[in-house]
């Protein structure tokens, strides 16, 4: 069995995005410049030690594979052999990258996807040098851009999905981040692939933002928290995606104690 779990505001929170919660209850798991930046809970630490043993727990992030690094916190008694970064970009096996998956991955995308180029040029057309803060082309496959929200005029990501909805490539705004990603370059697939790699009949998956849906709409159970991107979008209510009822921090907790209830009913 996989459980595939996406990382911040899903299983690892900042003191930002936690909500009202005791430090004493608070394990750090990231180290970024000298500070501690996310946590968990102590209870779902434990939670997640022990499912570890038991299944195959699959990290599957957004994050570069660098950023992923920082998060010492899965060395502690957490096992997960697969790993998924960068958006499905690359799949990590034993800490290393899945060459056969790059290989197949980036023939797709040259197939299937206009280039890199063509669709920053789209996007240039479009925004205004002031709206954009920081820029980056994450392992030279898709966009993610750290933009003032507030100045973006209404309507702005319909009519860019418009512009490279037709040249295989997808958008979505997630807090002050704008993603521009080749449709092939999805957690979902990379999911699937590690399905495969690992020999697992059954996926277990967690994820808060609209990067996580094709991961979620794949897996056999899939939960999301009560906050974020896809409890906006949906109102809390899915046919496929079940919604936990707590939000912040403690969502964390209500997915792990869900799914060690299921290892342990063998209904999973």
């Known amino acids: 069995m996989i459980f595939a779990c996406d990382l911040d505001r899903t299983l690892i929170y900042s003191r930002n995005s936690m909500g009202a919660t005791e430090s004493d209850e608070l394990v750090p798991v990231e180290k970024y410049e000298g500070e501690d930046l996310s946590y968990m809970t102590r209870s779902a630490h434990r939670l997640l030690q022990r499912l570890s043993r038991e299944l195959h727990f699959v ?28 958006n499905g970009g690359k799949v990590l096996v ?23 180029a063509e669709i920053r040029s789209f996007f240039d057309r479009l925004v205004k040098e002031e709206w954009v803060m920081k820029e980056r082309l994450c392992d030279e496959l898709f966009y993610a851009f750290v933009v003032k929200r507030e100045l973006l005029p209404s309507g702005f990501m319909e009519e860019l999905a418009r512009e490279i909805g037709g040249h295989g490539w997808n958008c979505s705004l997630q807090g002050r981040k704008i993603y521009l990603v080749p449709n092939p370059v ?23 933002s609209l990067l996580d849906e094709s991961m979620l709409l794949i897996a056999d159970e899939a939960l999301a928290p009560g906050h974020g991107e896809l409890f906006r979008k949906y109102g809390g209510k899915h046919e496929r995606i079940r919604f936990t009822r707590s939000e912040g921090i403690r969502a964390s907790e209500d997915i792990l104690a869900t799914l060690t209830n299921r290892m342990e009913a063998g209904t999973a």
């Open 59 to 86: 990290p599957t992030t957004t994050r570069v594979h660098e950023q992923y690094a920082r998060i010492h916190g899965f060395s502690d008694g957490i096992h997960c052999r697969y790993a998924i970064v960068s």
């Open 94 to 116: 034993d800490g290393r990258a899945d060459m056969q998956w790059d290989r197949l991955l980036r023939q797709t995308v040259r197939k299937e996807s206009a280039s890199s």
């Open 186 to 208: 999805s957690k979902g697939a990379a999911v699937e692939y590690v399905k495969q790699l690992s020999g697992s009949r059954y996926v277990f998956a967690a994820g808060d």
